[in-house]
């Protein structure tokens, strides 16, 4: 096996492509083609050959993995599937994962915490955030500490109800419009009806309303 080509990349800094003599073309950083001391012509035996597809793996799913946890809060194990569905296999991502967490860029508990407080700020009630959580794949040991960050949602539920509202007083369709939008977005019976009693004094819900 020979590499034919070893070219830059001119609108991705830092990148290579790779072409081999067999047709295979890769794209690696540049850090790769220095470590293995990569150029046009070399001759690849079978050895280095695989250490050649091994290193370009391991690079892009580190790359990858660094581009998704700065997009977005992500647990060690839904890193680890998204790598893989990517298309990274799956001793490449779980390198990455291992990497990341070495270099305390990933951690579980405060990626739980973030999660809790954007969902928070969004107006989400507690059994929405629990939800995110798991879907999420935060570990549950986690989850205790990171939802005693959820405050009185009280200030959510009016906020809401104002906006729905606009300060007229609902019809009964409109409340429970009202209630079934709360209920997706986490919030308790309780809260809701209290957050309703808030708004409008006069409204008269029984249990089975609500």
């Known amino acids: 096996m020979t590499i034919e080509k070893l070219e830059p990349l001119s609108q991705q800094p830092h990148m290579f492509r790779i072409t081999l003599s067999d047709g295979t ?25 695989q250490q050649l597809l091994d290193a370009v793996g391991k690079a892009s799913a580190k790359t990858r993995a660094v581009r998704m946890i700065s997009a977005a809060g992500h647990s060690k194990k839904e890193l680890q599937r998204r790598l893989v569905e990517k298309g990274e296999r799956v ?69 809401f109800l104002e906006r729905r509202f606009r300060g007229n007083a609902p019809e009964e369709k409109e409340v429970k419009r009202a209630v079934d939008a709360l209920l997706r977005r986490g919030h308790s019976y309780s809260d809701i009806r209290a957050g309703l009693q808030r708004y409008d004094e006069s409204l008269e819900l029984d249990d089975a309303e609500l």
């Open 91 to 159: 001793e490449d991502a779980q390198e990455a994962v291992a990497w990341l967490s070495e270099l305390k860029l990933l951690d579980d508990a405060k990626t739980a915490e973030q999660l809790v407080r954007s969902a928070v700020a969004k107006g989400y009630g507690r059994s929405r955030i629990r939800q995110i959580l798991y879907e999420k794949s935060i570990p549950q040991e986690y989850w205790e500490d990171a939802l005693s960050l959820v405050p009185e949602m009280d200030e959510a539920i009016d906020r």
């Open 25 to 49: 073309r890769l794209k690696t950083q540049d850090y790769v083609v220095a470590a293995l001391h990569l150029r046009t012509g070399m001759e690849l035996d079978e050895e280095a050959h």
